[in-house]
Nanobody, 122 residues
Framework: QVQLVESGGGLVQAGGSLRLSCAAS????????MGWFRQAPGKDREFVAA????????QYADSVKGRFTISRDNAKNTMWLQMNNLQAEDTAVYYC???????????????WGQGTQVTVSS
């Protein structure tokens, strides 16, 4: 069974930075596009960033563009989300996900990690 595991979340002050990691098990994930999503209490899960299977194409939500950077290393079977200049509105549970082909729609992704909490204080 393919499994995704997020890590790196925590509490940070506004303006600070965090780097989230997503470790993937299984060979199948290495050829999949991957994405980061977040969900705050009482709100829908929303798109944050996505990256193609080879890491050449990246996509970002307007709310994080210029602050967040998505990357991956298929040899290490790992994806990262570098988050800079964090703001209170970035507070959410962050999830990594995988699918065959780039998408910004949560419902298009069938493989999800357990999530990691990011809390930004002001």
């Amino acid at each position: 069974q393919v499994q995704l595991v997020e890590s790196g979340g925590g509490l940070v002050q506004a303006g600070g930075s965090l780097r989230l990691s997503c470790a993937a098990s299984g060979r199948t994930v290495k050829s999949y596009a991957m994405g980061w999503f977040r969900q705050a209490p009482g709100k829908d899960r929303e798109f944050v960033a996505a990256i193609s299977w080879a890491g050449i194409t990246t996509q970002y939500a307007d709310s994080v563009k210029g602050r967040f950077t998505i990357s991956r290393d298929n040899a290490k079977n790992t994806m990262w989300l570098q988050m800079n200049n964090l703001q209170a509105e970035d507070t959410a549970v962050y999830y990594c996900a995988a699918r065959y082909g780039l998408s910004q729609a949560p419902d298009d992704y069938g493989l999800w990690g357990q999530g990691t909490q990011v809390t930004v204080s002001s």
